[in-house]
């Protein structure tokens, strides 16, 4: 369904209408049960549930929507779209222990409106929408606690923290390297030119440094008391606002998205259904029932429909386009620099050519470990050196447009994924093979590992292959002269433009 109320319906019965609100658990089935026997008795003339379009065909088995290539790579849509993951597999798994089917409560309602002859209306807004608005409204720091939340869920606290610390370690790997930082001749290697093997050191240390730490404050934490815990306090109303106010602590701009705006988008529909003289049975989850109740009962509070829909734009100042913006004006500076400075254009050549074939050979190279065709790893190839420039763009976008050439990716993958995961007999090796065979998850593993291989490509440049090929024309103090001696000549050059 769109998001937007929909026009008076001219066979509505008129007159006023009233609004029941039944609060559910998702994974209750008690909840489902409720719902039945409140429909059978109230017999509405129309039964409102807590979906959007979307939602309500997956439940129904029907086709699952295929996923664009321009909303699944494009910015952070990817992340997004892991979010909603996550989300789907901590649902899928208190369904499997409670052994109901998620969403069970709200196709009780339609399955029970279908067999009494009633009408349904899907009344939440489009669950894209929401992941999008919720994504926005989340800062850095809420962002990594999110995840970190979710690893420590869905793989326990060990996988948690190895996953967090070598990402995090690879990361701070590839910084020291390209700023010289060097384990190797620190330990006394001997090996003066082994860039690969100082980002794989630095990975290391720092990745099991910051994984012993998160292990540390995972342990003792989690809750004995889990095993004793009933579903059914979820329809509470007390302990569903403490979990509410948490989750407020937690991220008030998140609150406002996932919560508020929903309550507010499912009132408006309900509120229309009430003054077309509907009865209507309206089955919500339990935490949205009572900001829902609230606007039903002085609709004058309800914020404008369209500010509740629509995605929201970032903001117009960011640090890390900023950053974007001055790497790449950096990098266009070092070469004309040079040029400026009188470096031999054939040595300048080969330098942009060694540029090129290093972020190309090891951006494809990964790109095709990760299950990429030719044609696709190669275009991430043929990109990275420039994507490197400008952090801003990435080669794995590049690569990931084409691969979907050969792969239909939609939302079905994501319950196969799930299924995958839930099975904890299969080994680590098989599991990861089995995922990769899944096109959604062979889509974002080629995205990152061509985007790592850009960024590997790029310390490697920097701290061994422009010293190597520096000793040319005498070395890297030679380097750094020609830069001196290009800022001065294109200094006097801009000088000798003015009046």
């Not at 409670?98 to 009344?123: H, K």
């Not at 904890?424 to 089995?434: M, Q, V, Y």
């Not at 750094?480 to 290009?486: H, P």
């Amino acid at each position: 369904m769109s998001d937007t109320v929909d026009p008076p319906d001219p066979s509505a019965p008129g007159g006023e209408g009233s609004i029941q609100l039944v609060g559910t658990a998702h994974v209750s089935a008690e909840s489902a049960d409720r719902v039945e026997r409140t429909i059978e008795d109230e017999q509405p003339d129309v039964v409102a549930v807590e979906l959007d379009e979307g939602r309500f065909r997956q439940f129904k088995g029907e086709s699952p929507d295929d996923i664009e290539a321009s909303d699944l790579l494009q910015g952070n849509t990817v992340f997004q779209f892991l979010a909603y993951w996550m989300l789907s597999y901590v649902q899928a798994r208190l369904g499997d222990r409670f052994d109901v089917t998620p969403g069970a409560d709200m196709m009780a309602g339609v399955e029970t409106a279908e067999a009494e002859g009633i009408d349904v209306a899907l009344v939440d807004r489009d669950i894209q929408t929401t992941i999008q608005r919720f994504w926005k409204r989340l800062t850095g720091l809420e962002k990594l606690k999110l995840f970190g939340g979710m690893l420590v869920g869905v793989g326990g606290p060990w996988m948690a923290a190895w996953t967090v610390g070598l990402t995090i370690g690879l990361f701070v790997g590839v910084l020291g390297t390209a700023f010289g930082l060097s384990l190797t001749s620190i330990l006394g290697l001997g090996l003066p030119s082994a860039a690969v093997l100082d980002v794989v050191l630095l990975a290391g240390v720092v990745g099991t440094a910051i994984a012993l730490l998160l292990l540390a404050a995972f342990s003792g934490s989690e809750d004995e008391d889990a095993e004793e815990f009933d579903i059914e306090q979820l329809t509470d109303t007390d302990v569903v606002s403490a979990m509410m106010e948490e989750f407020r602590r937690f991220s008030p701009g998140g609150a406002e998205a996932l919560i508020d705006e929903r309550d507010a988008f499912i009132a408006h529909q309900l509120v229309g259904l009430r003054e077309e003289g509907y009865h209507v049975v309206a089955v919500v989850g339990a935490g949205h029932r009572a900001g829902i109740q609230r606007y039903l009962d002085d609709p004058s509070t309800l914020p404008p429909m369209d500010s509740l829909t629509g995605t929201i734009s970032g903001r117009r100042f960011s640090p890390y386009k900023l950053f974007g913006y001055l790497f790449t004006l950096g990098f266009g500076a070092f070469f004309v620099l040079l040029l400026l400075g009188g470096a031999e254009q054939g040595w300048l050549l080969r330098l942009f050519g060694a540029w090129f074939l290093v972020n190309g050979i090891i951006a494809a190279g990964l790109a095709k470990l990760a299950g990429a065709h030719w044609s696709s790893a190669g275009v991430g190839g043929a990109v990275a050196w420039l994507t490197s420039v400008n952090p801003l763009l990435a080669p794995g976008w590049f690569a990931g447009y084409v691969e979907l050439r050969y792969l239909e990716v939609n939302v079905s993958d994501i319950n196969h994924l799930n299924e995958l995961l839930d099975d904890e007999e299969l080994p680590i090796p098989e599991l990861l093979a089995r995922m990769r065979e899944v096109p959604l998850f062979r889509l974002i593993l080629i995205v990152a590992l061509t985007n790592i291989g850009s960024m590997v490509a790029s310390a490697l440049f920097a701290s061994a292959v422009l010293p190597y090929m520096s000793a040319e024309i005498g070395g890297v103090g030679e380097v750094a002269d020609l830069l001196i001696m290009g800022a001065r000549n294109g200094a006097e050059l801009l000088w000798s433009f003015l009046p």
